[in-house]
């Protein structure tokens, strides 16, 4: 997909298959964004990699929110973490968008 492609040229490195799947093997989340996205409504938004590596999907309105899988991933190492709490426009609760309340 060409938001990978585009992530790639900017120098992310993702994670490689077998340190994909020794996370599962360790317990953590089946779902993957490079490798086994689940289907949430944000999969086909952009994505950015924050210098944390959560990958966060930015909304049409320009507002990046935390990529459910991405989050899973850093929730399972750090049920604690804050990487969750983001200057959030209410676009990544599924449902028509509460800024223009269209359907995107
Ligand atoms: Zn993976
Ligand atoms: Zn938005
Ligand atoms: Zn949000
Ligand atoms: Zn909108």
Do not use: I, N
């Not at 929730?75 to 449902?95: A, I, M, S, V, Y």
Request: net charge neutral; glycine share 8%; hydrophobic share 35%.
């Amino acid at each position: 997909m060409t938001l990978w492609a585009d992530l790639l040229a900017s120098g992310v490195k993702p994670h490689t298959k077998k340190q994909c799947k020794a996370t599962w093997w360790e317990g953590g989340p089946k779902a993957c964004v490079v490798h086994r996205p689940s289907d949430h409504f944000m999969r086909e938004w952009p994505l950015v990699c924050r210098t944390s590596r959560l990958l966060e999907r930015v909304c049409a309105h320009g507002v990046g929110h935390p990529d459910p899988d991405s989050l899973a991933y850093f929730l399972w190492r750090d049920p604690e973490t804050e990487l969750g709490f983001h200057g959030c426009d209410g676009c990544c609760t599924p449902g028509a968008c509460p800024v223009c309340s269209l359907d995107h």
